[in-house]
C-alpha cells in the first residue's frame, strides 16, 4: 500500500515508518521543515512539504494514497496550555482526510489517547467500548470513528499517555524526568495511587500497521500493554534513575513543579487491550515502562 502520514517524522513514525517499509508498504510522509523532510528520506520513505493548516495540501496528499495514518498533533500548541487550539487544528485536519477519502472504502487511521477514559468515572479498566460524548481530543476520534459510514474504514488507535523506547525524547516521561531534575524531586499528584497504561513504541508503532492493513471500518483500538501503572511507582522509578526523592504535590501545586503535565497527572486511567488484541491478533512483546526506567537512556538523554 502506499500510506500517506501526518507525523511520520516523530516519535511514533519512528517506529512505524520503517516497520512499513519491512511490510512492503510504501509511505509519504507530511514534513513541515528541511529536517523532517530529511529525517523520512534517511528512514525511505518520501515525503510531501506542508503542515496541518494546509488542508487542501492534506487533501491532495490523502488522494494520491492507498490508505492514511494520522500521527501529527500540536504539541506546540499542548505545552502552552492551549489544548484547544491543538484539539481544532486535529480535527480540521481529519476533516479534510475523511473529504478525500469519502466512499473510496480506503484505510484511514486516526489517534487519541486511552486519557480521555480516565474522565469517565470508570470503576474498571477502559475498554475500547467505551467512549466519551465529546471533548479535548475525543471530538476528532468520534468524528474519525463515524466516518466509516461514508465509506471508508476508519479505526482510532488510543494511544496511553506513556509510549515509551529509546525513540521517545520529548513525550511525557522525557518530560517528568525533565522537571523532576529542575525541582531536584520527582512529582507525582496526591498520593500517586492512580494507575496510567503504557506500551512501547514498536508495539504501538506495529498496531497502527495492523489497523491500517486490517481493522475494521468504525473500531476503537487500544495500543496498550501494561494495564495500570500507579504513577507513585512511575515517579519512584524516575527518582532512582535520577538519584532523586518522589515527593507529592497537590493538585494545586502541580502547574508549578509539573508544568502543562498537571491537567494530566491525576487521572486514573487503567486500560484494557484485550479487545484489540483479539481482534488484530496483537501481543506487545517489548519490555514494560519500569523495566525501561531501570535502564540508563531516558537518564542520559532526557
Ligand atoms: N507518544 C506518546 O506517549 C503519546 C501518547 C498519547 C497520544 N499520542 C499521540 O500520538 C501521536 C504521535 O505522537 P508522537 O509521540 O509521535 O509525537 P511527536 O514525536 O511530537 O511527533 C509529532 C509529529 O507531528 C508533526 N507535527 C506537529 N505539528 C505539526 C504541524 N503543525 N504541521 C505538520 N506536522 C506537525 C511533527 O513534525 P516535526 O517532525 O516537524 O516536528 C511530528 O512529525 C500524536 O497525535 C500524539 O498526541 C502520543
Redesign the pocket.
Known sequence: MRVFI????????SALVPDLRQHGHSVVG????D??AA?LTEWGAEFVR????DLDGLRAAAEGADGVIH??????AMMTGDLSAAAE?DLAAARAIVDALAGTDKPFVG?S?T?LLGRAGLDRPGTEDDTMPGGYRIDTENFVVDAAAKGIRTSVVR?????HSTL?H???APAFITFARRNGFSAYVGDGTNRWPSVHTIDAARLYRLALESAPAGTRLHAVADEGIEVRRIAEAIGRGLDLPARSVTPEQAPEYIGFLAPFAGIDNPTSAARTSELLDWHPTYPGLLEELAEDFYFRTA
Request: aromatic letters at 6%; charged letters at 20%; proline letters at 5%.
Open positions: 501526518t507525523g511520520a517524522s516523530g516519535h511514533v513514525g507530511l514534513a513541515r521543515s529536517a523532517s529525517r506542508g503542515d496541518l493548516d500521527l501529527a498533533f500540536r504539541h506546540d487544528t489517534t489517547g486519557g494511544l496511553p499517555p506513556i509510549t521517545d520529548h513525550g511525557f
